[in-house]
Each structure stands twice: as structure tokens, then as C-alpha cells.
């Protein structure tokens, strides 16, 4: 017999009980966040057919980056490399029924090829939050609006982070109007506008010269300049500032300001995948210097339901990865403690008290406490090093004497302190430390 | 541009928000039950590599039912058919850090090639429950009381259903010693009982008489006849019910009387895909005429981690499906109400009342209330019939004199009831009706 090897395929996690439970808090301060704005929980398929991909994802994640087969009848499937076009499709597919406007989010696996980096697996996790139905700029400040909530549910500070907002059709009026491109010039200068920060600034230049020609770039690149390091609408060169575009990012970030959201800057270079994108995009970028990165971003995508033969409706959405908020809380010391969602562990003494420690365990299960018996019949020590390992909160001691008398030594393992308690008593602690530690996280995210 | 189908992939199903509460329900009462026994939760990639699954499982799983395919760098992957090779192999991969007993949860999607049937799915979800560490039957014991709380948790009341339990030892001994069977014999006998309530009795009969032969099946058909229909260890034929795995039986079957566990059943017809288990095996079958069958099991199955070549670990478990679960819960008439997750519906009377409507909605989620804002502008009967479909429990209703005197009116959806209430009294009632749900959910299933 061949020996199987015990890493996780190329690209994967394992996520052992103290990773999940880090994964999980990221994933119930995103549920809070969307369901505080009263976005409901939906689920897709793992598997869709290729081609609600190719028909409008960009064409380097639908045909480079997706996990992409044939099944057993012969067709052309993929695993979700993203969940727009099914979350599209779901809403096409009620499009008479579902009351509008809708107000959906879901938290899924994804998956794509990706050369591994920091922040980049290729299976990740997602909150994807989408409003369908609202064309008005109103949409475009509620989503922003979450996604500020969600990094102070985080415990994030307005300084930790920034919110960058740009337009599609401003971005395309200062292509064609103020830069002077053709078609296929913008499209390589949005490109290149893209990777503005990963290349040196004489390959940016170097790049922008040869989408220009030698011509176009003496006015070129002054122009390009103008708007780099623009970081408010009125800084606009005039001719662009006026533009209908311009006036509602103006209009977008004035509500954001009266909603308390401050730390947002328009960004005249501020591209994204801009395949579905028709409004309004955003990035939400880390201030962090070891982390200076957009950590997830969104925008305006009218239209994408009517490749399902449908009527087009306005929608702004955004899609928020686990690993980056992960690295986010992590350089900015978010992370809360690991502290097991066991609540006792149960220290047997002796193999005749195994009954009574069992019996003991009900009883508390009954009110709520969670309870791991150790049921091995070993030794002390042993039973006291695997339940610190676990970081479970308390232990409490099992043998026939407290058996008989109803009294149990508990002890808390943070603080090695220990008393003597009935089993009300015990529950009136282990709960108390629980709903204290709930009540501490709403504490800290209410401060920041 | 042609039209998308807005169906999802065969055997695939979407989940609106409707449909995801009452997964999510079936969820979290999983969890709840996982957790009071101190289980862990852990998360597996969605891909492994194929050989994890030939190495061990069925064969039909492995080469028929799996999503197989070859990567882009040549490695052959399958979409997870199922948790046992994926957590074996992380608890293989840490087999002397982990603190042991390791106990560990998942709840996660899986795929297999299925022909849609009633509660089979091509993707489908489970929560995966296993304790690695423990040879004694204090685990199996373990692991059924946790079956049988879930259960409770969900409401069932005893007579819903029954637990069957078996053990692979005493099986090959049937198969063996009591049949004289040979090793082939015993396979197809197995196969031929799995099978025995999907085919007549004389489809039955005939093929057992095919399995033995003619000669061996004068003697061999009154034996198998005296096993079927058993149901205690003491009413099994004496040179069988004195074998090791026997007694081993009836004492599970003390310790989970002990436990409060009494609809336990001994069956000696009771198989299961047996690739795994090395003893206890058991099913948690539903008593309901309309939906007769094995809702879920499992059993112990040491030595699955030697595959990836440690040290082999003594190791009970089972996996529970979603879908059946949802099947029983209609059957037996236990699905909770449907309600939307979000509290209140802020109805917008007037355009000029949008931005205060929003300031009270931030004032509201500041204490904890999920509120949707109709920021539409239409009339206000849209605006009703939209939170109405979405079964969200509380209207609020939001003009220039309601902000202006701090008094708005809140209509409970369910009862037609209104009253006059400030942001503080808004907030109790809103928050009650949750607690209180919470509150009678427990209620009810500590009642069963």
C-alpha cells in the first residue's frame, strides 16, 4: 500500500479548529454588517456552466483562471471562480417574484488558479453583498455605507483604511474626451492605470508613451499627469469636473459624509476589472504599511441580469475575501483571542466516576453549557494537557466524592483561579463568561 | 448575444433567502449539538487529490459518483465527495500536535454523480461529526447520544424515529461462522441486505439462493431467515450472541439507556458501505410512513489515518444530510415559521423624509436592530407590499412630522397591531420578539 501524502491540494487551506474559529468570527462580523442593512442570505451552486462566465467575467478569469471540465454528460462546467453571474442568474430567474428592491448577500468558497501570494489562494472565501433594483445614487452609498460598518464591526479605525471611489463613465469621458484615446488606447490605458502601483514609474511612463505614440503623448502625458494624485472631484481638470459622472460621485460622497463615513477620496486612477462595471466603483484600501493593498471594493453593475433574457436592473455590489480581512486584522492587531467554543472540560478522577461525569455533563448541556467529558479513563495530567492545548476556558474536577456532595472544583485556565460550586452555580459562570466576551467584542467595536 | 438558461446545474439547487434560513436552521441546530459536546468545527479544501478517495472508500464512490478531473499542471482532483479522507487527513497531518481525543466538526457541500431522487442531490450539504482518540465504546456511545440530541433539538419526539445499531465484527461473523459464507459470499450477502427494502421478497429470496448455491442453501436460508427481523442482541441465535462484538453491543445499548437514549433498536440485517468500518454501525432511521427510511449514520472506523501512513487511531463518526433533514422536519411537521432576518422595514413617506429616515435607521443598528430602508421614493403601497413578501416582522413608518416629533409609528406584520413608539421603545419591542423567539425555540425543544 502506497502512503497518501497529507498536504491539502496546491492552493488550499486546512483549517484546524483555531484557524476556523478565526474564519467564523470574519464570517459572523460580515453577516452582522449586511444584516444590520436588512440583506438577506442566499446560496448558489458550486457548479455552474461555463458559459454565464465567458458571456460577461473578464475573458482572463473565464478562460485562464477558472477551474473549468466536462461532466459525465458531456458538459462544460465550472467550479464558481466568482458569484456574480449566479447570484445574476437567481434573480433573472425570479425577476417577477422576488420583492424588489433586493437586498442579498451570501458567504462562499471560490475558486481559481492563481500563482500563490500573500492575500491570494485558490480556493478563498467570499461575502458577496449586492442591491438590485435601485438605480439612484442612493444604492451606491448604502453599499459603501456597509462596507464601512463592517470594518468598525472589526474594530478598525477611520485612519486604518481608506474608501477610493472613481466612475466607469467618467472614467471613459477622461479617455476619450480628455486623453484623446480610441477604443483599443483606453482599454490598454485602463489596463496599465490598473497596475500603476505593481510597475516602476519609468515602465509607466515608458508604457504610457507607447499606448500615446510619439504624437499624441507630448499632450498626452501631461494630461495623464493632471489626473494622477487627484484625490477630490473638484481638483478635476474643468472640462471633466463637469461631467454628470463627476457631479454624482460629488452627490455620493456628500451623502457618505452625512452618514458619518469620512475617510473616503475620489480616485481619477482608481480602475478596477471594469468588465461589468457601469457606475460607481470603490476599493476599500488598507493604510497599513506592511499591508498597503485594496482589501475588497464593489460598484455599480446595471444590466448583467439581461444576459438571462430578462429586463435590466440597476445593481451595486461588492465582494469582500476572508484571507485579506484576515491579513488586514492581523497587521492592526484586531485579532480577537482564541478561546474554544467549548466552555468546560471535564476532568474525570477515576474510572467509577465516569457514570456520574457523564450524568453531570447532561445537566449542564440541559442549560446550555458546552461540555467535553474526557472518557479515556487516564491518567490526571494527561486529561489537564489536552484540554489547555484546546484552549477550553474552564476545567472542572469529576471524581465520587464531589459526585456525592454536589459541589465541583472549577477551575477558570486563564486565570488559574478555582472555587467550589453547585451545579447552578456553575452554569451562572461558564454563561456569565460567555455573553461578558459578547458583550466585551460589541463594546470594542462600538468604540472604534 | 444568446440568452442564458436560468436554471443552475443539474442536480444543483439555488437557495433564495427563504429557502437559506431554513438551511441555516438546520445548521445552527447542528452545531448547537456539536458544540454542547465540545466538537470543534474545522474546515477542508473543496478539491483533493483523487487517490484520497480510491485508497479507502467505495469504489462505486470513488470511480462512478465523483467529480473528477485533471488540473492545468496534470494532477488529477475530485471535487470532495464526501469529509472522512479529508479530515482523516488533516488529523493525519498533525498526529502528534493535535490534542487527543480530537473532536471535530464541519458543516460543508460536497458532489456526486446522483439520479435525482427524492433527498438525493448532486450537490449536497452535511455536517460531518468525529471523535478520533478513544477505542472504548464511551465513544460510539458518544457519538449516537449526539445523533439522538440533535434530533431533540430539532423537536422530534421518540417515536419519529429509531436508531439502529450493528457492528462490522459481528456481521463478518454472521456472514462467516453462522452462514458459512466464503469471502465473496459474504460480500454479495451484504450487497443483497443493504438492498432488502428496495426489492421484493422474492427478488430477495432468489438471490439469496444464487449467493449460496443450492446445496448450501437448504441450510442457509432458515439461518438467514432467523437473523432478519431481530431486533434485540438477546434474541440472536446463541453461538452468535456470545461473540466479543455482541456483548460490546449490549453495552452501548446500556450506556445510552443510561444516557436517556431509548429508541435504539439492534439490527442484525443493519449494513452499511462497510469500506470504512471496522465496528459499531448505526442508522438513524425515520418512523414516518410518508418518509421511511435512513435519515443519516455512521460507525467506528479505526485505521483510516494509517493511510497517510501514521500511526492508526481508533475513530467513530458519522455524517448528517441537509436535505433529509429538511424531508423529516415537513414530514413530522417541525419547520419553524419563516421570518426574515431583518427586524424593520423603514417606509419612507415623502422624499424630503429619506435622509432623516437613514439617521434613524443608523440609530436603530447602533442598539442592534436590523433595519431594510426603502430608499426608492415610490408609493408607499410598493413600499408595504416589498416588506410584506419578505416577511420581515415590523413596519416603521417615517414622514417629516414623525422626525420632527421623534414618535413613529410600528406595525407588527404578523398581528396587524400598531402603537406610537420612540427610538428606545422601538427598540425593545423589536429586540424582544427576537429574544423571545430564541426564548420559545428552546422552549419547544426542551419540551420534546
Redesign the interface.
Known sequence: ?T????????G??????E???L??YIFSVWAQAA???????????????L??YT?KSGQELASEQT?V?????G?T?A?RPEMTPSVS??V???RQE????A??YSIA?F?R?ERPQRGRER?FWQMNVDLF??S?I??DA?IIELAY?SMKLFGAKDDMFTIRVNDRELINAIMFRYLGCDAVQAELMIKLLDRKHKISTEAFRDQAVDIFGPEQAKEGLPRLASLLGVYKVTELPLEIQQHPAAERLQQLMDKLA???VRNVLFDASLMRGLDYYTGTVFEVFDTHPDNNRALFGGGRYDGLVS????EPLPTVGMGLGATTMQNFLEVHKLVPQDI???DV?LVVIGESA??GA?RLA?EL??EG?????D???RKLDKQL???L??H?PYLVFVGEAELQSGHYKIKNTATAQEQVADIARMVSIVLDRRSRRDELDDIIA?LT
Not at 440583506?39 to 458550486?46: D, Q, V
Not at 422576488?98 to 428592491?101: C, E, F, G, S, V
Not at 444576459?307 to 430578462?310: D, E, I, K, T
Open positions: 500500500m502512503t497518501l501524502s497529507t498536504r491539502p491540494y496546491k488550499t487551506r486546512d483549517y484546524y479548529p484557524e476556523k474559529r474564519q467564523n444584516r444590520q442593512f436588512g440583506y438577506e442570505e442566499y446560496g448558489a451552486p458550486l457548479l455552474e456552466p458559459d454565464i458571456a477551474y471540465f466536462d461532466d459525465r454528460g458538459r462546467v467550479v442568474r437567481m433573472a430567474a425570479r422576488l420583492a424588489m428592491p437586498r442579498l468558497n475558486m488558479y480556493e433594483g435601485v439612484s442612493e444604492a448604502e460598518t452625512q452618514a458619518g444576459l438571462f433574457g430578462v474554544s467554543t467549548t472540560y465516569l457514570r457523564k447532561r448541556r440541559a453549557v458546552r461540555v467535553e467529558v472518557i479515556t479513563g494537557r489536552s484540554a492545548k484546546k477550553i462600538s
